[in-house]
Each structure stands twice: as C-alpha cells, then as structure tokens.
C-alpha cells in the first residue's frame, strides 16, 4: 500500500481549498494483537486534503473550519489552534491494564452546532480500506471513539453540520451497547 489511503481518496478538486499542509516524514509504531510491533514509514500526506482530514497514531493536531450559508465550506490545518472555530484531535495506541492494545481517538469540538462524519481506515497487514462508525460531535464537546484492534490511518470526510433549527419531538430513548466485534 505505497500510497495508503491518500492515494486511494486522491485529490477531486470540486471546491476551492486552502493549499494543503503535509506532515514531516516520521515512522508509525504500532504494537499488533499478538505482541509483535508494526512500523510504517510516513512520507508526504496532507493533513487535509479536499476536506478530508488524515491522522496517524500519535498525533495531535487542529483544524479550522469556515462556516457558510450552506453548512462547512472549507476545512483546513491549524497549526496554531488560532481559529475560534474548529476541532482538536488526538489521535494512540494504548495499553489497558490488562497489558491488551487499543487506538482511542478524542475530538474536541469548537463548533456552533453538531457535527457529523464518516471515518475510513487502513488496518495493519489488512488488505484495503475499511469503513468504521463514529458518533456524531455535539457542539462545544469531546467525542471520545475506540477500536480493539491496530489502526495504521483515518481518514475522516463528508462532514455535515446538523440543522440548528431542527428539532426532534421524538423522546430519547437509551441505544443499547455494542461490542468492539459490532465494528
């Protein structure tokens, strides 16, 4: 997988974006289920690209996000955390208690409204691309999601903000539980 999923999700310049900002090269490390280690060399990938955001293991970044009259109109690499307007991601591998592995990805929203998104990603030693669920980000919070097994990328895309005038009269009913094996 030469060009992992960047290549995959290539350029489709149907907007007007920012020029993007690509990463240093770097090495990701990652411990497999059986114990063994996993290392990918990085090469030039945008951070976003086409309002796609990429992220690896072991990075924390920002993105701004410009708002229009018809819901996001650009997203685009912060480094500064300078817009008011945006998210935060942090993005590891840990190790629980049990000495077993997990990737755990924390969003932070700096958003007016709620959003939501799809995330994609690419498995060690896993031929392809694979769909994963994530939960909405309500506005002002952090949205927390994990997975049981190694991630080597996400690329998350197709943001949409929830109508801010749209209200459900339905009342909330609890959503049952999902085991890691659900993903």
Known sequence: MKYILFGILAFTYSHVYAEPVFRDSYAVDLTLNDGSKFQKEIKKVPYVADGVIYIFPGESFSVGIEIGEKGIKEIYYDKGKSSKIGLD?????EKLDDGKRMMMLTVVSRLPQTLSYEALMVIPEVQGVKKTSVVPIEAGLSSYESWPHPIMQL???????????????QPVQPTSLRSSADR
């Open 89 to 93: 991601f942090n993005f590891k591998q």
């Open 155 to 169: 690329a998350l895309r197709n943001f949409k903000l929830e109508d801010k005038n749209k209200k459900s009269n």
